[in-house]
């Protein structure tokens, strides 16, 4: 699956992975069952790291509908970690969407993980490692 996520109930985190080419309904089926997922909570913080993405294959329009759906709560961080130009632009142009949304999430794009996760909460959040869904 090109998209998948982990809830980590016990830090109020979800990890989302993203691999090879991403398509909208890969996306919008993804936070459908996140939203749907009993051990999930909207005020949870989340990473999205598309390190493995290589592109996407939707419209802006298609991205903008995606970063506008009211799945994270106001208050919850979400840092994505897009280590490529191509996919770098496409995370931030969903950060831009979000903030312009009715319900903005704090979204900031990394270019490493290591730095999202210091973002997210420095002295709470385990090594980085444990963080992948799949093997690379």
């Known amino acids: 699956m090109p998209f998948s996520y982990v809830v980590h109930k ?6 989302s992975n993203g691999y090879d080419c991403l398509s909208w309904d890969e996306i919008k089926r993804c936070q459908d ?9 909207p005020e949870f913080d989340q ?5 493995s993405v290589t592109s996407f294959n939707m419209t802006s329009e ?9 799945i994270f709560s106001l208050g919850s961080k979400r840092a994505f970690v897009a280590p490529t130009p191509a996919v770098f632009g496409m995370a931030r142009m969903w950060e831009a969407y979000s903030d312009l949304s009715d319900n903005p ?4 794009v990394f270019s490493d993980l290591n730095s999202a996760l210091k973002w997210l909460r420095s002295e709470e959040m385990p090594d980085s490692d444990q963080f992948r869904t799949e093997a690379s």
Not at 62 to 70: S, Y
């Open 10 to 15: 016990d830090l109020r985190l979800v990890v």
């Open 33 to 41: 069952q996140t939203q749907s997922d009993p051990d999930f909570k």
């Open 47 to 51: 990473i999205v790291d598309l390190r």
């Open 62 to 70: 298609q991205a903008r509908m995606l970063a506008r759906r009211k």
């Open 105 to 108: 999430s704090q979204i900031r």
